[in-house]
């Protein structure tokens, strides 16, 4: 199981210069299996020059209905996000020279990535087998209607994988909370209580009239 970790800091995110995702869900896409990408070194033409590059982190970008792979690349001389499909990889200067044994991103679908994910993510699956929607259900507010405190979709500002794992970076909606506790706490906090003061008793009598008992012997003749 990839170690997964979700913040709503997004600092780091942000000094990453990560590409933004902005999705409050995911689903029915491959991705990119890390731990087969990263440590490695590849070889690619790049402004005209072959470079020899490492990647170090990939991520979500773009449209949210459709988003698509960027990976973040490493030379000898820069560091950037790309996207690699436009760029074909090799394994080898050789390789590349001849056009052969053009490297593979090796994949995976969602349903494979998400399907064990840690409790503490509380990510779901609000979809079905051929439309899954993968949703982090970080979000709580106070339901008036059903009088108690409810889950809803987090926004998902940010999802990037490195050799120590798959986070994500969340965005909390307008009026609601992290935990149900807070949501809880800003409901309930400083909330006047109006009671009684004495129980109040409601004697409730109820008369049943007397009827005259009448008695008679039976007699067979």
Same mark, same amino acid.
């Given at each position: 199981m990839r170690n997964m970790q %979700?913040? !709503?800091d997004l600092t780091s995110f942000k000094n990453l210069n990560a590409p933004v995702l902005g999705a409050y869900h995911i689903g029915s896409m491959r =991705?990119? @299996?890390?731990?087969? *990408? !990263?440590? +490695?070194t590849f070889y690619a033409i790049i402004d005209g020059t @072959?470079?020899? =590059? &490492? @990647?170090l982190?990939?991520? *979500? %970008?773009g449209n949210p209905s %459709?988003?698509?792979i960027m990976y973040l690349i490493q030379t000898p001389t820069f560091t950037r996000w790309t996207n690699l499909p436009d760029t074909p990889l090799f394994t080898s200067v050789n390789d590349l020279v001849k056009g052969e044994n053009k490297y593979n991103t090796p994949v995976?679908?969602?349903y494979d990535v998400f399907e064990k994910t840690p409790s503490e993510l509380m990510m779901v699956n609000r979809g079905y087998s051929s439309n899954r929607s993968w949703e982090v259900r970080q979000s709580f507010y106070y339901s008036d209607y059903e009088g108690k405190v409810t889950d809803t979709n987090t926004k998902i500002a940010y999802l990037v994988e490195?050799?120590?794992g798959m986070f994500?970076? *969340?965005?909390? +909606?307008? &009026?609601c909370y992290n935990t149900k506790e807070e949501c809880l706490s800003a409901k309930f906090n400083g909330m006047d209580i109006v009671d009684f003061a004495e129980p109040t008793i409601i004697e409730i009598k109820i008369e049943i009239p007397s009827t005259e008992v009448v008695t008679r012997k039976l007699v067979l003749e």
């Open positions: %979700s913040t !709503f =991705l990119p @299996i890390g731990r087969e *990408l !990263f440590g +490695k @072959i470079y020899g =590059l &490492k @990647i982190a990939w991520a *979500l %970008s %459709s988003p698509r995976e679908w969602d490195t050799s120590q994500f970076g *969340l965005e909390q +909606k307008d &009026k």
